[in-house]
T-cell receptor
């Protein structure tokens, strides 16, 4: 089975712009979670989607949003980018029954 | 909310030796899961091992094993016969529902040839 894929792998944006990141989960996985990883804050949970519904959300401002499509692919959007949004954004998927998550390679976002 | 603490920012081990990475957690839930993930320099997070809290038996995956002390809320990872490929950042994580994971700050493991 193919693993979790994320596109793009690298992205450079300017402050004030918006960005959309994409995540394709492992086939058969209906849950997709997003994390922000930074050297200072570590891994922080953004949100989790299951069957197109957001089930859980971390403590991030409303500029961070996401959605999930019927094929379980998910997108994450960040509007009005700030310098502090520079991070590695990780996506993880799992089945409905299992608890372990499988991560994608991440998207490295740099905001200048 | 749950918290996960990794008190060792960096560890090193000689190749072929054994090393133990520490992790403590705090949760009010009675049913939860614990995990160790490995993140090599390539950045892909890889699941190393998982432990269900209701199981008393410590999980083992080849050279990786855990010491799960539920009363002490401790979940350490032991790597036996360390190999150069084990060099990575190791994250301890907990989850009670599977919907949200709580991660520790990580331990950077160096393997010395």
């Amino acid at each position: 089975k193919a693993g979790v894929t994320q596109t793009p792998r690298y992205l450079i944006k300017t402050r004030g712009q918006q960005v959309t990141l994409s995540c394709s989960p492992i086939s058969g996985h209906r849950s997709v979670s997003w994390y922000q990883q930074t050297p200072g804050q570590g891994l922080q949970f953004l949100f989790e989607y299951f069957s197109e519904t957001q089930r859980n959300k971390g403590n991030f401002p409303g500029r961070f949003s996401g959605r999930q499509f019927s094929n379980s692919r998910s997108e994450m959007n960040v509007s009005t980018l700030e310098l502090g949004d520079s991070a590695l954004y990780l996506c993880a998927s799992r089945t409905a029954e299992a608890y372990e998550q499988y991560f994608g390679p991440g998207t490295r976002l740099t905001v200048t | 909310a749950q918290t996960v603490t990794q008190s060792q920012p960096e560890m090193s081990v000689q190749e072929a030796e054994t090393v133990t990475l520490s992790c403590t957690y705090d949760t009010s839930e009675s049913d939860y899961y614990l995990f160790w993930y490995k993140q090599p320099p390539s950045r892909q997070m890889i699941l190393v091992i998982r432990q269900e809290a209701y199981k008393q038996q410590n999980a083992t995956e080849n050279r990786f094993s855990v010491n799960f002390q539920k009363a002490a809320k401790s979940f350490s990872l032991k790597i036996s016969d360390s190999q150069l490929g084990d060099a990575a950042m190791y994250f301890c994580a907990s989850s009670n529902t599977g919907n949200q994971f709580y991660f520790g700050t990580g331990t950077s493991l160096t393997v010395i040839p």
